[in-house]
C-alpha cells in the first residue's frame, strides 16, 4: 500500500496439552513452546512492528517458585529483541548450571519464560503512544493464583467511557481511560467475585484454604466470568487471556470482526490471528486450521480440556474486509484468491479507462502487496485479448497466412515492473521538516518500461490519503513520459474512521473526504456541510442503540465517480504532464469477492455495532470545530 496505515495488534496463544519432559524427548527440547511462539510472532509481524510482548505460565508450581514471566519491547526489531533476551536467560543458567541441560524439572524450577501457557503479541503504536506500558501483554497480579489475569488483544472498544465509569460505579479506581486497562479490569473484577464465591462455597464443604486451590481452578467457570465482563463490551475484538494457575482463553466479538484462528491435537492446542502463520509453524493443513465462531470463546482449562462456549449472541457477521485486502498475510489460501479476485473485478472498468486500447497500455503495480490483486487483473486482460484474438481468427477464417496468426498471437498485455519500493529508505522518514524531499524518493522507476504516449495502468491496495500517491509516486511515474497515468484501488474509496482495530481515526485525513469537501465547495453546498454538523451535535447525549450515522449525508450528492474524479484532480502535482484518472473498486465487486468478510463501514458508513455511528459522527465534529484529535 503506497499510503502507510498501521493495524493494532496480532495474538498467538499456545497451550502444550503434555508434560514438558514429553517435548524434551521428541522435539529435543523443552522449550519448544518458547521456540514456536518465537515463529508464530514472526509469522504475525505484518501486524505489528512497533511492540511485542510474551508472557507463560509454569502449571502446578510450588508455592514461593516463580510461575509467571514476561517480557515486552519496544525495540526497532521487538520480537527478536524479546527472544534474545530469553535466549541469554536460558544460556546464562544451563552455563553457570550444567546439570540443569538434562533435567526438565530443573529447568522448569529454576529458568523463567520456560512454561505450558504461552502469549505472545506484536503492536503497531497509534496516536502516539509507543512507550512500553502500552506494550502487551498486561498483568494484573495478585497474591492468590487464581486472580492474576494476564490479557493480550487485538481490539479497540468505542464505549470505552461507559466501561471506565462502569468500573468507578463498582468501586475500582482504574489508573488509566485506556480500552485495554479498562477491559482487563473489567474481566478481573467478575474474575475476583468468582474466586471469592467458589472459597466460600469450598470452605462449606470443609476444605481448608490449602485444600481449596486445587479445587478452586478446577472448578472456575471462565465462560460465565467471560459473560459477565463482556455484556457491555461494544467494539471490535480478539481477545487472549490466562489466569495464573493455567486456565485460559481467547474470546472474538459478536460480528467476527477481528479475525481469530485455532489449532488442536494431542500435543497441542494452537489460537492465532492468522491462519497460515499457525499452518506454516505447525506443519498443518488448511482444513485442520479452524476459525473461531462469532462471540464465541476457545477456553483450555488447567487440565488440558478445550472447550468452546457462546459467551454473547453472534449478530450478523461484518468480518473486517480490510484483513483480506491489505492487513492479513496474502499466503492465506482464501485471501490470496480473494485479492486475485479483486484485480480481476476492475478491469472492465480499467479497459473503460484506456479505450480498449490494450496495445499501447502498460499493466503494473505498487508493491508490495497490491502484487495479488495485479495477478488477477492480468489475468481479466490476458482472458479479454484471447476473446479478442479467437474473433478476428474466426472471422479471417482458413485463409489465414501464418504471418497474419503470428501478429494476432503476438499482441499481449505489456506487463512491467515500473515501480521499485526502497525500503530502507522508508525507514529514514522521521522530521516533517524533510518528509516531503525524501517522500519523493521512496520509490523508484524502470527506465525505458513504458514508451512515450502509452498508457499506464498501475493498481494499489487501497488509496486512503494518497500521500505518497501524489508527492512520490504520480511524480516519478510522469518521468516516463506516459499519455495517461491510471491508478486503481483494488479496495473501495475510504469515507469513514475505523473504530475496531485500525489507525483510521479522522475524517479529515481521508482523500475521500477532502475531494467530497471540495464538490461542496465548488458546489456552494457548504450549507448542508453545517446542518450535517449541527444533527451530529444533537445526537451527543443519545444513546447509542439510537444514533445515526448523519456524516453519510456528506457524501450523497454526488456519485462515486465524482469524487474519483475530483480526487484525481487533488493527488495530480500541478507541474504533472500526463493525464491522471483514479478508478475505486465498487461495493458490490468487493462483496463478492470477499463473500465471508463483508465488514465494510469504512467504504459505506454501515457500523456493526451501534457505537461506531457515535464515533463517525464524534470525527465530523471535530473536524467541522478544527479538533485535531481521536473520535473514541
Known sequence: MSDAIKHECGISLIRLLKPLEYYQEKYGSAFYGVNKMYLMMEKQHNRG?????????????????????????????????????????????????????????????????????????????????????????????????????IVAGNFNMTNVNELFDNLIQIGQHPKEKADTVTVMEKIGHFLDDAVAQLYKDIKKEGFNKR?????????????????????????GYAMAGMLGHGDSFVLRDPAGIRPVYYYQDDEIAVVASERPAIQTVFNVSFEDVKELDPGHAIIIKKNGKVKFKKILEPTERKACSFERIYFSRGSDKEIYQERKMLGKLLFPLILKSIDDDIKNTVFSYIPNTAETSFFGMVIAAQNYMNKKKEEQILSIGRKITREELHEILEVRPRIEKVAIKDAKLRTFITQDSSRDDLVAHVYDISYGSVKENDNLVIID??????????????????????????????????????????????????????????????????????????????????HDSEVVNYVKEFYKPFTADEISDKIGQLLSPPDIKAEVQIIYQNIENLHEACPKNLGDWYFTGNYPTPGGNRVVNRAFINFFEGKNERAY
Open 49 to 149: 512492528q512497533d511492540g511485542a510482548g510474551f508472557a507463560s505460565i509454569k502449571l502446578d508450581m510450588e508455592a514461593g517458585e516463580r510461575y509467571m514471566s514476561r517480557v515486552r519491547s519496544i525495540d526497532q526489531q521487538p520480537i527478536q529483541d524479546i527472544f534474545a533476551q530469553i535466549n541469554e536467560r536460558i544460556n546464562t543458567s544451563f552455563k553457570e548450571n550444567p546439570e540443569y541441560i538434562n533435567d526438565v524439572a530443573k529447568q522448569k524450577k529454576h529458568i523463567p519464560y520456560i512454561g505450558e501457557v504461552l502469549l505472545g503479541h506484536v503492536r503497531y503504536g497509534t496516536f502516539g503512544k509507543n512507550s512500553i506500558e502500552s506494550v502487551h501483554p498486561f498483568l494484573r497480579q495478585n497474591n492468590w493464583m487464581h486472580r492474576n489475569l
Open 211 to 235: 485444600e481449596a486451590s486445587p479445587i478452586i481452578a478446577e472448578r472456575l467457570n471462565v465462560a460465565k466470568i467471560l459473560r459477565r465482563a463482556a455484556k457491555n463490551f461494544d467494539g
Open 461 to 542: 491496495d487501497s488509496i486512503v490519503r494518497g500521500t505518497t500517491l501524489q508527492k512520490s509516486i504520480l511524480r516519478i511515474l510522469d518521468r516516463l513520459l506516459p499519455k495517461k497515468i491510471i491508478v486503481v484501488s483494488s479496495a473501495p474509496q475510504i469515507r469513514y474512521p475505523d473504530c475496531y482495530g485500525i489507525d483510521m481515526a479522522k475524517l479529515e485525513d481521508f482523500v475521500a473526504f477532502k475531494a467530497a469537501l471540495a464538490l461542496h465547495e465548488e458546489r456552494n453546498t457548504m450549507h448542508l456541510v453545517e446542518e450535517i454538523y449541527k444533527k451530529c451535535l444533537k445526537q451527543t447525549d443519545t
